[in-house]
């Protein structure tokens, strides 16, 4: 196969744009201070430069893989590419698994599990590399299912509570989309299982190339449109708002429920600071800002909120959904031209796509469908 490699040009080219674009990729998102792709989105940093040592690391794995394409002794060539799978060991599958913790910014996942997990088979494949045992091949497949297995379990749980979450304390949810979480894993998980069963050939080699090439791209353009979430925008607090209850500062209550006085409090201050004042109106408004605006914290805000069947997410929504069907309204009724996108930028969202998902969820049907029935 390796004679193959080298007298196929096309594929060499391929192998060095991958490892060129993997190697600009990292020193793009380690250097670089703006956003080439949004640039008023702030990624997280944390994510940021993982994902650079992941491309780092795709970078360097095509380097200590090319002895195996010019040695010409076979037991040379097989020594060459199980230092490359021990490396691919230690260095490539953690930091993929690590990026995919990083994306989730529900909270700080600590990060040392994934050395523990992956320690074992970095010893297996030390000891594979010294001893060149068949009978470990086998041990060493089962500990590697066993892994993408269980880490794939922990994912789905993790990217569901952080869908939960997101609708807790987020009302935009572009650039959040948390499908995509589950698409990178996807990805990353089938590109390590055909890295570990693959039966070579150029086929295999070209398929994990590409497969390579698009999840560079993918990665890098995921990476810079993800705001961090870590970051709040100052607003406006009015030195006379009192607060429903009192907070500690931790911002832990010490049950999950308050009292019907405070459920009362926190209802007139919704209504005096954020309907009358339309501060719902504000984009990117998260549930941390709102409760700054009422004098209150998010934990006891959000406890408002389960109280009353229902999520911020869900609540500032609704308000804006109301706010466009008033525009609409009186957009028609004065016979004045109007775009949909145009009522949708001025009821507080930032993205159609999210206006037109939040639309579909409160009224039950399209906005198309929707316009057609109250023309």
Aim: proline share 4%; hydrophobic share 45%.
């Amino acid at each position: 196969m390796y004679d193959q490699i080298r007298e196929d040009t096309i594929f060499t080219m391929l192998y060095a744009v991958v490892m060129a674009m993997a190697a600009l990729a990292s020193i793009y998102l380690l250097f670089r201070r703006g956003n080439a792709f949004a640039a008023d989105v702030t990624p997280p940093r944390r994510l940021r430069r993982w994902t650079a040592a992941f491309f780092g690391v795709i970078a360097a794995g095509h380097l200590w893989y090319l002895p195996a394409a010019v040695l010409t002794s076979d037991d040379y060539i097989m020594l060459s590419l199980l230092i490359g799978a021990l490396l691919d060991c230690m260095l490539a599958i953690p930091l993929a698994l690590i990026v995919m913790l990083c994306m989730l910014q529900d909270r700080r996942r600590p990060l040392w599990p994934v050395s523990v997990m992956v320690a074992p088979l970095v010893v297996g494949m030390v000891v594979f590399v010294v001893t060149r045992s068949n009978v470990l091949l086998p041990w060493l497949y089962g500990y590697f299912l066993l892994m993408a297995v269980g880490f794939t379990i922990y994912m789905v749980r993790a990217v569901r509570q952080y869908s939960r979450w997101l609708r807790d304390n987020y009302a935009d949810l572009e650039h959040k989309e948390v499908w995509q979480s589950f698409l990178v894993l996807a990805v990353i998980m089938l590109m390590f299982s055909y890295y570990i069963v693959g039966y070579g050939g150029m086929t295999y080699e070209y398929i994990v190339q590409m497969c390579g090439l698009v999840l560079i791209g993918y990665l890098l353009w995921r990476v810079e449109t993800l705001s961090d979430l870590t970051v709040s925008q100052s607003l406006p607090i009015e030195e006379e708002t009192p607060a429903p209850v009192s907070p500690p500062e931790d911002d832990s209550p010490s049950s999950e429920t308050l009292s019907d006085a405070a459920y009362e409090k926190i209802a007139s201050l919704l209504q005096q600071h954020c309907v009358d004042t339309q501060l719902y109106l504000q984009h990117n408004l998260n549930i941390s800002q709102l409760a700054q605006s009422l004098g209150t914290n998010r934990t006891y805000l959000r406890l408002y909120f389960v109280h009353q069947d229902t999520n911020y997410n869900a609540y500032i929504n609704d308000l804006r959904i109301r706010h466009f069907v008033r525009l609409y309204s009186e957009a028609v009724a004065a016979q004045r031209f109007f775009t949909v996108q145009e009522l949708a930028t001025q009821s507080g969202y930032n993205s159609y796509n999210t206006f037109a998902l939040a639309f579909k969820q409160r009224m039950g049907k399209s906005v198309t469908e929707w316009k057609q029935d109250n023309r």
